[in-house]
């Protein structure tokens, strides 16, 4: 069965840093389409964080660029969203996805204050 298990969210102050994991099972995180995070505040629609190619090119959205790094460990079938310089701002549910085949994880919450 795929699977896809986020961990790492918590609470931080602003300027902090988290780095979240998602552990795949039941598919490659290695792909030839972007595989990567996506954030969702209440009332909104998800939204594009950072993705990740088959040859490790990586996406980021601009209000992200420079703060998160997109990483992937293939031999863990894990991807990874160093996160920091926090922002309030950055408040959201963080889901990891491999969306052109339809799965999402469960979500992890991510609070800056």
């Known amino acids: 069965q795929v699977q896809l298990v986020e961990s790492g969210g918590g609470s931080v102050q602003a300027g902090g840093s988290l780095r979240l994991s998602c552990a795949g099972t039941g598919i490659h995180l290695s792909s030839a389409f972007c595989v990567g995070w996506f954030r969702q505040v209440p009332g909104k629609e998800r939204e594009g964080v950072a993705c990740?190619?088959?040859?490790?090119?990586?996406t980021y959205a601009e209000d992200v660029l420079g703060r998160f790094t997109i990483s992937r460990d293939n031999a863990k079938n894990t991807l990874y969203l160093q996160m920091s310089s926090l922002e309030p701002e950055d408040t959201a549910v963080y889901y990891c996805?491999?969306?052109?085949?339809?799965?999402w994880g469960q979500g992890t919450q991510v609070t800056v204050s």
């Open positions: 990740i190619d088959s040859d490790a090119d990586t």
């Open positions: 996805a491999a969306a052109a085949f339809g799965y």
